[in-house]
């Protein structure tokens, strides 16, 4: 996909958008050309291209919307293009939008209508016939244009992604090629949900990201586009059964996708399509306004991948002090679970962090656990982080640094030594865990770290996740993965990839970084590896790291319920706090 011509998706809806405030813009041959604003956001903006009718007279207009995999680039893509639409009799405005990394559907659908709308609103200044408009969206912008139909006369679609659930299970192997995994990776993050979880309110999104309404489409693809021509044929197959028959699917010849498709003679073929279906009528048709997305997902409380046989129990001894839901930040879920008994010692403490593939899970899953450890001498702490859902990474990190701070700053009342809490994580936790304790200056963070089948390197986990034989829970994986990093690793995008390594645990190994103790089983969805590579590190940085990996498929909390191992555990934590 050639960013400079991919359309994509518009995003959240029109804050009142107010008074008209041009930017001057080149003029070239058209005769009015200006940028303006059409919501508060720095992406909600358009660029404007008209000449002057005839006197007393309307011309029709077009939307243009750009595109790049719903997170790149930029109206002015489509600058050339919109001067030819314009000196061809229309009015035609080249829309920006809010990136699916600044919101998540609908937002984008919110946004595309939100700038039609405020065109229609201003048709005087553009002198545009306010039912005589139609949309020109190609690939990610294609699928948007589809969704504004109710709005506007037609649809031409340059390589629509007209349904992203096919665009995900096309590319769910190595062996898709690396522009299908992009738009399988940033539909995810369009969704702002898994697909791999099969679950009911991400499962309709996806469903909802496939809506479209029953207008005339004219839709085009290339033998070999990268947007295979089996989305608009899915299309125009729905549009069928809505009784919409005026759709046109053409397949032209070579590789090209998007704007590269926008040749001399789609030129003409759009041209004409456009005049014909934006031709004054009789009476004109009204608007209907779009339908309402499906509203946000609320992650369960228990997690999937922390196995099922964790359940709480209620605190053995009367003595033991429990606090449930102390806030150490201002987000809904920095919130920190306590369990501690009174010493007149200054005991050691430790830090639990639950897993849930960074997507759900709570502080509660470690409650059985936490009491256990308290019995045993020490002040527990179980703390909330926020979701990749809720905010991408490293906000997570930064969520645990800032409970090991709250705790700190608590050590009177929790009668426990600042400077020997040790983090315990399992999963996702794992990865957090780990990540903190090789973040700085180590030691001077934490005394030890100790993680259940830790995902340490998301990196490894996204590739694991696309090879022929991955089950779900690695699809799982590499899914919210992507989530938490909100870009496909992609080494010559420097900002992208420097973000993957930092999420990597071993990259950031030094000598400064506290004792570790790794857990996996030998057919751990998490493999051992994740593990293993860490700990060649940390040795190679003369940090002691123990990476164990016991029989069975047990993962994450799981690994504690086998004989054994949650004694072999306090043992390494008592010598190591």
């Not at 998706?9 to 041959?29: D, H, I, K, Y």
């Not at 926020?386 to 905010?391: E, G, H, K, L």
């Not at 050590?411 to 809490?421: E, V």
């Not at 699809?475 to 992208?496: V, Y």
Request: proline letters at 5%; charged letters at 20%.
């Amino acid at each position: 996909m050639r960013r400079s011509w991919q359309v994509a998706v518009l995003g959240v809806a029109l804050a009142g958008a107010s008074v008209v405030v041009p930017m001057t813009l080149s003029e070239a041959a058209v005769k009015h050309a200006a940028t303006y604003s059409y919501g508060s956001h720095v992406r909600q903006k358009l660029d404007a291209y008209w000449n002057d009718p005839k006197p007393g007279t309307t011309q029709p207009g077009l939307v243009i919307v750009h595109g790049g995999y719903w997170n790149s680039g930029a109206r002015g893509d489509w600058k050339t293009a919109a001067q030819w639409y314009a000196n061809r009799g229309f009015a035609v405005f080249a829309i920006d939008h809010r990136f699916n990394t600044d919101a998540a559907w609908p937002a984008q659908r919110d946004d595309a209508t939100a700038a039609i709308r405020w065109i229609k609103s201003r048709a005087k200044t553009f002198k545009v016939h306010p039912d005589r408009i139609a949309v020109l969206g190609s690939q990610a912008g294609g699928q948007l244009a589809t969704h504004v139909g109710g709005q506007v006369r037609g649809v031409i679609g340059l390589s629509p992604i007209a349904d992203p659930a096919l665009a995900y299970e096309a590319a769910q192997t190595t062996a898709a090629s690396t522009h299908w995994r992009k738009i399988r990776d940033q539909t995810v993050v369009l969704a702002n949900c898994a697909p791999s979880f099969t679950e009911a309110r991400c499962a309709g999104r996806l469903q909802d990201m496939a809506a479209a309404w029953a207008v005339p489409h004219y839709l085009i693809h290339s033998a070999g586009d990268t947007v295979p021509v089996a989305h608009s044929e899915r299309l125009r197959d729905t549009l069928a059964h809505k009784g919409m028959l005026d759709v046109k699917v053409q397949t032209v010849p070579g590789s090209g996708s998007g704007g590269t498709l926008w040749t001399n003679q789609i030129k003409t073929q759009t041209l004409s399509w456009l005049r014909a279906t934006t031709a004054a009528r009789a009476t004109p048709s009204s608007a209907a306004d779009l339908p309402t997305a499906p509203g946000q997902r609320t992650p369960a409380l228990r997690t999937s991948d922390d196995d099922g046989t964790v359940t709480q129990r209620a605190a053995a001894q009367a003595a033991r002090i429990e606090q449930n839901g102390l806030a150490y930040g201002r987000h809904p879920r920095q919130t920190i679970d306590t369990y501690f008994y009174k010493r007149t010692w200054k005991q050691p403490a430790i830090l639990m962090i639950h897993g849930g593939y960074w997507y759900e899970g709570d502080r509660s899953n470690w409650a059985m656990h936490a009491r256990w450890f308290a019995d045993r001498g020490y002040a527990v702490f179980s703390l909330n982080y926020r979701f990749n859902t809720q905010a991408p990474w490293p906000a997570q990190r930064s969520d645990v640094l800032t409970a090991i701070n709250w705790i700190k700053a608590r050590a009177a009342t929790y009668t426990l030594n600042p400077s020997r809490i040790v983090l315990l994580g399992t999963s996702a936790g794992g990865h957090l865990a780990t990540n903190t304790g090789t973040y700085g200056d180590g030691r001077k963070t934490v005394k030890a770290v100790a993680a259940l089948s830790p995902a340490a390197s998301p990196y490894h986990a996204y590739w694991d996740g696309q090879t022929a034989t991955a089950d779900n829970a690695r699809h799982r994986l590499r899914d919210t993965s992507m989530l938490l990093l909100r870009c496909t690793p992609d080494k010559a995008n420097t900002t992208c990839w420097n973000r993957w390594v930092d999420a990597v645990s071993f990259n950031r190994a030094s000598t400064y970084d506290p004792p570790m103790y790794l857990i996996h089983s030998q057919d751990d969805f998490v493999p051992p590896h994740h593990s293993t590579r860490l700990c060649e590190r940390l040795r190679a940085k003369r940090v002691p790291c123990t990476a164990r990996t016991v029989a069975g498929n047990a993962h994450g909390m799981g690994l504690l319920v086998l004989p054994g191992e949650r004694d072999t555990l306090l043992k390494w934590i008592n010598a190591n706090d």
